[in-house]
């Protein structure tokens, strides 16, 4: 049996991937490319390889677009799936506010069609990356799963609305079981530096940003304000080691195959740094090599997120182990590597 990775080139897909294959699983994989690189096929199989021999039959890859339904009914066909990991889907905030249609069309439809194979192919297990970006303002800090939800853009209310049709599913069918999984803000890099996050065009998200620096494409950081009501009075996030959060999704799949029915849980590690934290910590592991100046706030951003992670602790048994440094550090190496810096 399989474990199906919708968007398994990407970051936190290439991630899960490495971890399921290395714990003995095997992986079946469908990407569009539309935001990785298909020599990330490579490199998960390089480093998979290191524990454990990988054939075709334990891991492969088809490209293509997971709204195209003769490919995903040819990908349950061809494969034994008995569980499905749902990474695929656009994710820029800003982007998505440009381009709602593009965001609905892709997010929605590609989960549908998706869902309509895991029907037609009887198999109910699923694990959903949905965000921290459904709780919009939250009233208090930390967020516990159970707070109001409520998307202030489009990318967030596709994820919104895929938990609402996730929930329809499950009430139409009870033998289903649905993780949906709230990441906070996944940074960090595998620690081999072959596999990392690296976006097409100037990042949005800080840390790509702070790599970037750190290495010399770009010249200083804008830090989004320094007014707000923090310890050093900039914004406060929960980031989360990507291993960490890959490793999180063996332990939900685990809980799926128990038929757990259909379950939320916030995936962070429940303390939240700040934006000077996070670029304290990088330059201590690059060497002083981020320069900022503070810039006026972004729209939309909120002062302080960070999750509560009781429920993960207690059902999935699992915590985030890695430290903030740890962070920093496979970041900017495998950033070094992409550059050749070293
Ligand atoms: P990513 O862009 O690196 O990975 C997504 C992958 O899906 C890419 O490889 C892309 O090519 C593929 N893809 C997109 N649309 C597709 C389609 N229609 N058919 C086939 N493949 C398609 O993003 P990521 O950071 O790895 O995020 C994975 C998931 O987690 C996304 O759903 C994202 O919204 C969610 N998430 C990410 C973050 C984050 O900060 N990275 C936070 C919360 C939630
Ligand atoms: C973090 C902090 C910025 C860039 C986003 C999505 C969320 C989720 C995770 C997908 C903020 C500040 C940033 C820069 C800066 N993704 N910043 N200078 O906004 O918490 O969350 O990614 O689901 O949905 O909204 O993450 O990394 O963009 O920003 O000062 O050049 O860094 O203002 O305070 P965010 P981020």
Same mark, same amino acid.
């Given at each position: 049996m399989s474990v199906l990775l919708t968007g398994?080139?990407?970051?936190?897909?290439?991630?899960?991937?490495?971890?399921?294959?290395?714990?003995?699983?095997d992986v079946v994989v469908i990407d569009n490319l539309s935001n990785s690189n298909i020599k990330t096929k490579t490199n998960i199989k390089k480093i998979a390889s290191e524990k454990r021999k990988i054939s075709a039959k334990n891991f492969k890859v088809y490209i293509g677009d997971l709204r195209d339904t003769n490919l995903v009914e040819k990908i349950f066909t061809e494969n034994k799936i008995d569980s499905v990991i749902h990474f695929a889907g656009l994710k820029a905030v800003g982007e998505s506010v440009k381009k709602p249609l593009e965001y609905y069309d892709n997010n929605i439809n590609s989960t549908l069609s998706l869902?309509?194979?895991?029907?037609?192919?009887?198999?109910?297990?699923?694990?959903?990356s949905s965000s921290a970006t459904v709780y919009g303002q939250a009233k208090s800090m930390p967020i516990y799963e159970d707070f109001e939800v409520g998307a202030t853009n489009p990318y967030g209310r596709t994820k919104l609305f895929i938990e609402e049709i996730l929930k329809d599913a499950y009430a139409a069918d009870s033998t289903l079981n649905i993780a949906i999984l709230r990441y906070f803000n996944p940074i960090g890099a595998h620690d081999s530096g072959l596999i990392g996050e690296d976006p097409n065009g100037i990042p949005n998200n800080l840390m790509p940003y702070i790599s970037r620096v750190a290495t010399g494409r770009y010249d200083h950081l804008n830090i989004f304000g320094n007014d707000y009501n923090t310890h050093d009075g900039t914004a406060v996030r929960d980031y989360i080691h990507v291993v960490d959060l890959a490793k999180g999704h063996l332990k939900a799949l685990k809980k799926l195959r128990k038929n757990c029915g259909l379950q939320i849980y916030n995936l962070g590690t429940g303390v939240g740094y700040s934006v000077l934290d996070l670029v304290n910590a990088y330059n201590s592991v690059c060497g002083n090599k981020v320069k900022y100046i503070f810039a006026p706030r972004r729209p939309g951003d909120v002062d302080i997120c960070y999750a509560n992670v009781d429920k993960a602790k207690k059902e999935l048994g699992w915590t985030a182990k890695r430290n903030l440094?740890?962070? &920093? %550090?496979? $970041?900017?190496?495998?950033? &070094? %590597?992409? $550059?050749k810096l070293k």
């Amino acid at each position: 049996m399989s474990v199906l990775l919708t968007g398994g080139l990407g970051y936190i897909g290439s991630h899960t991937a490495v971890e399921l294959l290395q714990s003995g699983e095997d992986v079946v994989v469908i990407d569009n490319l539309s935001n990785s690189n298909i020599k990330t096929k490579t490199n998960i199989k390089k480093i998979a390889s290191e524990k454990r021999k990988i054939s075709a039959k334990n891991f492969k890859v088809y490209i293509g677009d997971l709204r195209d339904t003769n490919l995903v009914e040819k990908i349950f066909t061809e494969n034994k799936i008995d569980s499905v990991i749902h990474f695929a889907g656009l994710k820029a905030v800003g982007e998505s506010v440009k381009k709602p249609l593009e965001y609905y069309d892709n997010n929605i439809n590609s989960t549908l069609s998706l869902l309509k194979a895991m029907n037609k192919f009887k198999v109910k297990n699923l694990v959903f990356s949905s965000s921290a970006t459904v709780y919009g303002q939250a009233k208090s800090m930390p967020i516990y799963e159970d707070f109001e939800v409520g998307a202030t853009n489009p990318y967030g209310r596709t994820k919104l609305f895929i938990e609402e049709i996730l929930k329809d599913a499950y009430a139409a069918d009870s033998t289903l079981n649905i993780a949906i999984l709230r990441y906070f803000n996944p940074i960090g890099a595998h620690d081999s530096g072959l596999i990392g996050e690296d976006p097409n065009g100037i990042p949005n998200n800080l840390m790509p940003y702070i790599s970037r620096v750190a290495t010399g494409r770009y010249d200083h950081l804008n830090i989004f304000g320094n007014d707000y009501n923090t310890h050093d009075g900039t914004a406060v996030r929960d980031y989360i080691h990507v291993v960490d959060l890959a490793k999180g999704h063996l332990k939900a799949l685990k809980k799926l195959r128990k038929n757990c029915g259909l379950q939320i849980y916030n995936l962070g590690t429940g303390v939240g740094y700040s934006v000077l934290d996070l670029v304290n910590a990088y330059n201590s592991v690059c060497g002083n090599k981020v320069k900022y100046i503070f810039a006026p706030r972004r729209p939309g951003d909120v002062d302080i997120c960070y999750a509560n992670v009781d429920k993960a602790k207690k059902e999935l048994g699992w915590t985030a182990k890695r430290n903030l440094k740890n962070m &920093c %550090k496979t $970041s900017y190496n495998f950033e &070094c %590597k992409k $550059s050749k810096l070293k």
